[in-house]
């Protein structure tokens, strides 16, 4: 199963992200809203560069079968940006695609986000300094969050094959280089 093979093979990528955003601190109550606003910041530069680029990447299948209409993130996070009074930022860096496995590959490291982050957003709703906070991003599925992950595991468990396994690998480590490398 795909899923399997990039949990096993991006955990050392997941585990540098975890780090480089204090993830840490969310369970410790000790997470900042300048941390949070670093994380939304690379998360917002994550979408800008790659949402569309996956997007049009996939095939009509894909699209229907993932629900793509309900994945789209970047408008949810440039209301954050907005609240969080951060300035929309670009970035010199650069991301492209391949082929639709790659991005599959890409999206895995998205989702993966918005399932950690539902996590994040429930977590920080109870910490002290985050009141005002709205969390469109991070709960953008709010309770549909676990059947999401499911849907996009199990498409992507029935429908690639294990020779393009490495193309979805490398569409995820390219993501996830990008995404470790913005801030």
Known sequence: ????????????????????FSSDKIFSKTFTLE???????????MLLHSEDKIFSSLSEKFSEKLHLDKRIKLPLIEK?????????????????????HEALGAMYVIEGSTLGGNVIA?????????????????????????????????????E????????????AKKLYTFLLSVN
């Open 80 to 100: 954050d940006l907005a609240s969080l009074a951060l300035e929309n930022q670009t970035t010199t860096h650069t991301l492209e695609f391949a082929n639709e």
């Open 160 to 171: 690639v094959i294990e020779e393009n396994y490495n193309e979805v690998l490398s569409g």
């Open 1 to 20: 199963m795909v899923s399997e093979y990039l949990k096993q093979n991006t955990a050392e990528f997941h585990d540098a992200a975890e780090k480089l």
């Open 122 to 158: 429930k977590q920080l709703s109870k910490t002290e300094g985050f009141d005002d906070v709205t969390f469109n991003f991070f709960g953008c599925y709010q309770e549909n969050t676990g059947p999401m992950w499911k849907n996009f595991k199990e498409v992507l468990d029935t």
């Open 35 to 45: 941390d949070y606003k670093k994380i939304i910041n690379t998360n917002y530069l």
